[in-house]
C-alpha cells in the first residue's frame, strides 16, 4: 500500500526567501505526482503535475522536482510571499491516489 | 480549463438524517472520481473510488452501506450520507480525472458537513 509522507509538517518563513517541501513515497511505482495547495476552509487548487516519465515542472515562483527511484519530490517555492501562506498537499497516483498531511507553510510579512 | 462542481458547500442536518453531495465534472468526462473526507488538522483521507457505470471501490474501514456512492454518468458522482451522526461531521470533497490514469485530477470545492 502507498505511503505518501511530507517533511516539513509546518513550515514558517520570512517574505523573501526561497524554500523546498518533501513529499515521499514507498512505492516507485506512479503514474504521476501532484502538488496542491488548500487554503482554511477552501478545497484544492493544483499547482503542478508531474508524470513519472518527468523530472520536473514549473510554474511561475514554483518548481516541483520527481525521483521516481528514490520515492521523493520536492517543491522549490522562490521568493516566498505572504499569498503563499497554505497547506500544501502532494499526491501520489498509482492505483487510486494517496495524499500526505501536508506541510503547513507561513509567510511572516 | 476543466472544472469540477460540488454542492451544497455547507450542509447542517439533524442526527438520523441524510445527506447527499454531489459531484460534477462541467466540461469533460469524467471516467474516475474520487471521495475524500477531512477531519480537522488531519490529511484528506480516500473513502473510494467511482468509475461511471460500476460499483465503487471503498477503502478499509468505510461503511459503504452508510456512504453511498453512485456514479450514474460521466458527468455526475453522488455520496449520501445515510443516517448521519456527529461524528460524521467532516470536510467531504470530491475529485475527478478524465480518460486515462495520466489524466490531471480536478477537485470540487468541498463540502462542510455539520451534524447536530
Not at chain 1, 482554511?40 to 510554474?59: A, F, M, N, V, W
Request: some cysteine; charged content about 15%; proline content about 4%.
Amino acid at each position: 500500500k502507498q505511503e505518501v509522507t511530507q517533511i516539513p509538517a509546518a513550515l514558517s518563513v520570512p517574505e523573501g526567501e526561497n524554500l523546498v517541501l518533501n513529499c515521499s513515497f514507498t512505492d516507485s511505482a506512479i503514474y504521476n505526482l501532484q502538488w496542491f495547495r488548500q487554503d482554511p476552509g477552501k478545497g484544492l487548487t493544483s499547482l503542478l503535475l508531474i508524470q513519472s516519465s518527468q523530472r520536473e515542472q514549473t510554474s511561475g515562483r514554483l518548481n516541483a522536482s520527481l525521483d521516481k527511484s528514490s520515492g521523493r519530490s520536492t517543491l522549490y517555492i522562490a521568493a516566498s510571499q505572504p499569498g503563499d501562506s497554505a497547506t500544501y498537499l502532494c499526491a501520489v497516483a498509482s492505483n487510486d491516489m494517496r495524499f500526505g498531511a501536508g506541510t503547513r507553510l507561513t509567510v511572516k510579512p | 480549463g476543466a472544472v469540477v462542481s460540488q454542492h451544497p458547500s455547507w450542509v447542517i442536518c439533524k442526527s438520523g438524517t441524510s445527506v447527499k453531495i454531489e459531484c460534477r465534472s462541467l466540461d469533460f468526462q469524467a471516467t474516475t472520481m474520487f471521495w475524500y473526507r477531512q477531519f480537522p488538522k488531519q490529511s484528506l483521507m480516500l473513502m473510494a473510488t467511482s468509475n461511471e457505470g460500476s460499483k465503487a471501490t471503498y477503502e478499509q474501514g468505510v461503511e459503504k452501506d452508510k456512504f453511498l456512492i453512485n456514479h450514474a454518468s460521466l458527468t455526475l458522482s453522488t455520496l449520501t450520507v445515510t443516517s448521519a451522526h456527529p461524528e460524521d461531521s467532516s470536510f467531504y470533497i470530491c475529485s475527478a480525472s478524465g480518460v486515462g490514469r495520466n489524466e490531471k485530477l480536478f477537485f470540487g470545492s468541498g463540502t462542510q458537513l455539520s451534524v447536530l
